[in-house]
């Protein structure tokens, strides 16, 4: 079963970067594209960015040019650089298949808190 791992979230304040890994177990980086999710308290998931086979990549409106989705299939991993932060990014953010409808299991997300 695949197994994916998010890493590198903590506790930032406003204007400031965090960069996130995500390092997933089998091949699916090879046949999917892949995609990084949050999830904030109280509100539903939603989907960040995304990222095709191609590395053609795709943003939500809030945090176009402020995140960038790279992949590196050779490594299993796909990353997030999150520049420029605000509070209202505060959530737990995960990595997972893109689509949504066709994700794996998902992992246990890491945590970024963007406070003063």
């Known amino acids: 079963q695949v197994q994916l791992v998010e890493s590198g979230g903590g506790l930032v304040q406003p204007g400031g970067s965090l960069r996130l890994s995500c390092a997933a177990s089998?091949?699916?980086?090879?046949?999917?594209?892949m995609g990084w999710y949050r999830q904030a308290p109280g509100k539903q998931r939603e989907l960040v960015a995304s990222?095709?086979?191609?590395?053609?990549?795709n943003y939500a409106d809030s945090v176009k040019g402020r995140f960038t989705i790279s992949r590196d299939n050779a490594k299993n991993t796909v990353y997030l650089q999150m520049n420029s932060l605000k509070p209202e990014d505060t959530a737990i953010y995960y990595c997972?298949?893109?689509?949504?409808?066709?994700?794996?299991?998902w992992g246990q997300g890491t945590q970024v808190t963007v406070s003063s």
């Open positions: 990222i095709t086979r191609a590395l053609r990549t």
């Open positions: 997972n298949i893109f689509p949504s409808t066709i994700a794996t299991k």
């Open positions: 089998g091949s699916i980086f090879s046949i999917y594209a």
